[in-house]
């Protein structure tokens, strides 16, 4: 099916809060990619602050709208979306607010969409006990406004929609792809950056991620102490914002690691970031996939991840499970054998093979709204 050059579909996605995290920067590298030709993206961001990706959208062509934050006014949010979706006459939505899809894709049936796509990136942990509890109460309602459903992962899938539905072939699954090209290891890139950091000549630990308690920032730290113990020529890199944020720095402080760690904040350049580190650490109590280890092993870095990532992303050599049940000594252990270094081989084919070639999955996801669009849209408005 084709569209002329100046006559785009115009999908609506609806994010949560945009903090520079894994879904918004899935979602960039998707729109970046995508022919623009057919598939126009418009978005609804919650809450009104200003992000670091403002500018680029309009650059695109496309659109932003802010609206009330869901923690502030679940109701108020909706009605917004309404609005929205009323007044533009948006025909396909694509929510990315997980189990909290079912509020504004309520709003877009109400309001004559078509096709209202969920997308779930996550799942749940104890140690959230109020955020996991509110998940499972509305888990149940994730397809009652939803006409489609989507998962960045297989793991992710079944907890949202049933391992039935996945098993079926009822939910699209839609990699977390990015720019391999970008990621290929270079010892250039890599002397570059960690002059810029002042980190050249060390043994650098590194972490992106939300300051939230899914990450386990607090192990993280732990974890680098027993570190320093063994092997003082060692810094830690950690990119990312977020409530615990205040937390961290004060626990890093108490330990007298002040001079060893270094708060990036948010990035547009993890890329580059990448390329610096030497082990990446990553100990999550949860996640729907972990897209950053994606990343990591784009770069050959080797990452010691937690049992709460899902094996499905672990398709290389350089991803190395550990369990939180170890104590941080035992992590320190494993990662000090790679203080010396290691060889990088190229993984673009894997990567390529196991669909995270943002080109080639861009172009997917393209074919997949214009079919949408012409079963959904042009078919019932016939």
Excluded at 163 to 182: E, M, P, R, Y
Excluded at 296 to 315: K, L, M, N
Aim: some cysteine; proline content about 3%.
């Amino acid at each position: 099916m084709s569209k002329k050059k100046d006559n785009p579909i115009r999908v609506l996605r609806i994010m949560g809060p945009v903090v520079s995290g894994g879904v918004d920067i899935i979602t960039m590298n998707y729109y970046r990619a995508m022919n623009k030709d057919k598939i126009q993206l418009d978005f609804i961001f919650d809450g009104y602050h200003e992000t670091i990706i403002d500018n680029e959208i309009p650059n695109m062509g496309g659109k932003i709208y802010k609206v009330e934050s869901y923690t502030s006014s679940m109701w108020k949010s909706m009605r917004q979306v309404y609005k929205i979706i009323k007044d533009n006459k948006y025909q396909i939505v694509h929510s990315h607010m997980n189990a909290l899809s079912v509020f504004p894709l309520c709003a877009a049936k109400l309001a004559g969409a078509k096709v209202r796509i969920a997308s779930n990136h996550s799942t749940a942990t104890k140690g959230e006990i109020k955020k996991t509890l509110l998940k499972y109460i509305l888990r149940p309602f994730a397809k009652v406004f939803s006409t489609h459903y989507a998962a960045c992962s297989q793991h992710a899938g079944y907890w949202l929609f049933g391992k039935k539905s996945c098993d079926k072939g009822n939910v699209k699954f839609i990699k977390n792809a990015i720019d391999l090209d970008k990621y290929t290891f270079s010892t250039d890139i890599r002397k570059q950056v960690q002059e810029e950091l002042g980190v050249q000549g060390k043994f650098v630990i590194g972490h992106a991620g939300r300051f939230a308690y899914q990450k386990n920032h607090k192990f993280i730290v732990e974890v680098f102490a027993e570190i320093v113990k063994k092997y003082d020529n060692t810094v830690l890199l950690l990119a990312g914002d977020g409530p615990l944020k205040p937390e961290i720095e004060r626990i890093v402080k108490e330990k007298n690691l002040n001079d060893k760690v270094i708060f990036l904040g948010i990035r547009n350049d993890i890329y580059r970031i990448m390329q610096a580190i030497d082990v990446f650490l990553f100990p999550s109590f949860y996640e729907g996939l972990g897209n950053v280890i994606t990343e990591a092993q784009a770069v050959s870095t080797v990452s010691f991840v937690s049992e709460g990532i899902p094996d499905e992303i672990r398709f290389t050599e350089y991803v190395i499970g550990m369990n939180l049940s170890q104590p941080a000594e035992e992590w320190a252990d494993a990662i000090l054998v790679y203080k010396d270094g290691y060889k990088r081989k190229d993984t673009k084919l894997i990567m390529e093979k196991n669909g995270y070639s943002i080109e080639k999955e861009a172009n997917s996801l393209v074919e997949y709204y214009l079919d949408l669009y012409e079963k959904f849209v042009i078919n019932k408005n016939n």
